[in-house]
T-cell receptor
């Protein structure tokens, strides 16, 4: 069946360093790839997304890259700050009502 | 806009009890969703609705029911609570933009424990 693999499950970085989280999807028809940040006790918040007609997208310190041939996409956070500490989820979708989520990455930014 | 709101934030149920998780959105979104999130797992879709009066099953619908009488509200009903339903429940909504996929916006969640 359709699935999304997300790695690593936990990631610790020093403040100021970069963090990279990778996801691989199985359904080649997927065309939308959002990334969510979930802080403790809160709901997932969209931080960036990319569609299949684009290879890369940036928003300040956050970027997402997409490799359709390899069916993987990655979240890049530069100059990490303590407030970046959270759980990050990737998802892949080909229709609005069906997101396939990864299992999450717990990012810890060490001061 | 308050976005997507959910009540209650926390609830403890005994096995066999029933309850309704409330979800309301004020963004005039047509599509609404219910997910559950278990520890170390991604979100699993329980039910979704593409508009008032229209609902459909997601990946894990057993033990749950939904209704959608208005655009704003999408309650989730647990009829006979079981320990396997202990989870965090998230409601989400999205607005169809004419593309095949649209961004989903999530509420703060309801943490449910069944003992």
């Amino acid at each position: 069946g359709e699935n999304v693999e997300q790695h690593p499950s936990t990631l610790s970085v020093q403040e100021g360093d970069s963090a990279v989280i990778k996801c691989t999807y199985s359904d080649s028809a997927s065309n939308y790839f959002p990334w969510y940040k979930q802080e403790l006790g809160k709901g997932p918040q969209l931080i960036i997304d990319i569609r299949s007609n684009v290879g890369e997208k940036k928003d300040q310190r956050i970027a997402v890259t997409l490799n359709k041939t390899a069916k993987h996409f990655s979240l890049h956070i530069t100059e990490t700050q303590p407030e970046d500490s959270a759980v990050y989820f990737c998802a892949a979708s080909k229709v609005t009502y069906k997101y396939i989520f990864g299992t999450g990455t717990r990012l810890k930014v060490l001061a | 806009n308050a976005g997507v709101t959910q009540t209650p934030k926390f609830r403890i149920l005994k096995i066999g009890q029933s309850m309704t998780l409330q979800c309301t959105q004020d963004m005039n979104h047509n599509y609404m969703y219910w997910y559950r999130q278990d520890p170390g797992m991604g979100l699993k879709l329980i039910y979704y609705s593409v508009g008032a009066g229209i609902t459909d099953k997601g990946e894990v619908p057993n033990g749950y029911n939904v209704s959608r009488s208005t655009t704003e509200d999408f309650p989730l009903r647990l009829e006979l609570a079981a320990p396997s339903q202990t989870s965090v429940y998230f409601c989400a909504s999205s607005y169809p933009t004419g593309t095949t996929t649209d961004t989903q916006y999530f509420g703060p969640g309801t943490r449910l424990t069944v003992l």
